[in-house]
């Protein structure tokens, strides 16, 4: 199982963290916060994680924008913000993209791809719901993704 989190914003909650243990990678979609968070999810299992536009300072220059991420033989893209994807999902092979920013869970298919947004795990926004995410990697390369709310 692969556990994705995104739009921290400086909190990690302890729910997030039960809701995420026993997970093989965990993704992280942005706007992460504070660099101790990166290192509580590290703890927890392998981390891949990307720069939302809020990470700002010395910790997270080394943070990427965008990441591939292989699993279950096929490929995922991850990114913070899907408004500034720059290519054609489809016709470069991904099978999923990873985003956050919006702080509201989404999956949809689109020309073939999964398009898939955790929600926010940090501090509650407007009327969205706090959850965290999940994909499973199948057989013949099939993702299924899912959303957990956590509070």
């Not at 390369?141 to 899912?146: S, T, V």
């Amino acid at each position: 199982m692969i556990g994705v989190i995104s739009d921290t914003h400086g909190l990690l909650r302890p729910e997030a963290l039960k809701a995420l243990r026993g997970s093989s990678l965990l993704l992280h979609a942005g706007d992460v916060g504070d660099e101790a968070i990166l290192r509580e999810l590290g703890a927890l299992a392998p981390l891949v994680a990307v720069r939302g536009n809020t990470d700002r300072g010395e910790w997270c220059r080394s943070l990427p924008e965008t990441r591939v991420v292989e699993a279950g033989g096929v490929l995922l893209y991850l990114l913070h913000d899907i408004g500034r994807l720059d290519l054609s999902p489809e016709a470069a092979g991904f099978a999923m993209v990873v985003f956050g920013h919006t702080h509201k869970p989404e999956l949809r298919v689109s020309r073939g791809v999964q398009y898939f947004n955790p929600g926010s795990a940090g501090p509650r926004r407007l009327a969205y719901p706090v959850t965290v995410g999940r994909i499973q990697a199948g057989a013949g390369g099939k993702l299924k993704a899912e959303v957990l709310e956590i509070l």
